[in-house]
């Protein structure tokens, strides 16, 4: 009798591990699956470029000259993005459920950015400024240059070094920017928690430092990513377990670094 009790407990315990074990499983292929439709997406950047500012033909494997001032037609992005999401699932009810947990679609230019909502609204642009000597200074990603105007309205390029920032800092106030634009947004849908990016700062060749952030730059080009959101909550011998997937993924034209615009 007893034996027979035990084999039933050990029979019971086992099926509890193969559950859960095949829960935590089924939520990573999903994870991976929603990652790489979100990735394929977010290539629909580089079909947004305004047709006035950039001949297309001249974008090859995302990348294009930094002499040139690349524009994205925003709502065209957004709907480039979406048409291509759509045709990774051809179902109507996972598209629109997938759709919902994005919680903020980011495009990041060389000297500002712009955030688009849940319900796809757009912000004004989010200039990467700071304040020096009583002037309002423009930092931008191309190699340690930053902008003001004139008194008759004109830009003017210097370098970071001349309002005591240097590259490496500079990089790190344009990062710290994003992120705290993106922690006030996606407090609001988070439950108030504040998400934070892994953003690289390309200036720090710190190996230990590259191990942690050296898998997501929006730096280095004009980038377009999203921030996608999911708490799921799995039953499991009358628990409650939830589970936080996030990810962030996006897709980067690459602007060549040290040409200054005049």
């Known amino acids: 009798m007893g034996q027979g009790v035990a084999l039933v407990i050990i029979m019971v315990f086992l099926t ?116 020096y000597e009583g002037n309002i200074y423009y930092l931008t990603t191309l190699d340690g240059q930053v902008y003001t105007y004139d008194e008759q309205g004109e830009k003017r390029f210097l370098r970071a070094t001349d309002i005591e920032i240097s590259d490496g800092e500079q990089e790190q106030l344009i990062i710290d920017k994003i992120n705290t634009e993106i922690a006030n947004e996606t407090s609001r849908y988070n439950r108030g928690i504040p998400l934070v990016i892994e953003i690289k700062n390309p200036e720090i060749e710190d190996f230990q430092y590259l191990q942690k952030y050296g898998h997501f730059n929006v730096l280095e080009g004009v980038t377009f990513f999203v921030i996608y959101g999911e708490r799921k909550t799995i039953g499991i011998d009358q628990k409650q377990f939830q589970f936080s997937n996030h990810n962030v993924v996006g897709y980067t034209l690459e602007i060549e670094r040290g040409i200054t615009r005049e």
């Open 16 to 131: 509890m591990l193969f559950f859960s074990s095949f829960q935590l499983q089924q939520n990573r292929i999903e994870v991976t699956d929603i990652k790489q439709s979100l990735n394929l997406s977010a290539k629909a950047l580089a079909k947004a470029v305004d047709q006035e500012t950039l001949n297309k033909e001249t974008i090859s494997l995302g990348f294009t000259k930094a002499n040139i001032e690349v524009s994205i037609d925003h709502d065209l992005l957004l709907e480039e993005f979406y048409k291509v999401l759509y045709q990774n699932y051809y179902h109507q009810d996972r598209f629109q459920g997938l759709k919902k947990s994005i919680l903020l679609k980011v495009l990041v230019y060389y000297d500002r950015f712009y955030i688009a909502d849940l319900q796809d609204r757009w912000s004004p642009p989010c200039y990467f400024n700071v304040s």
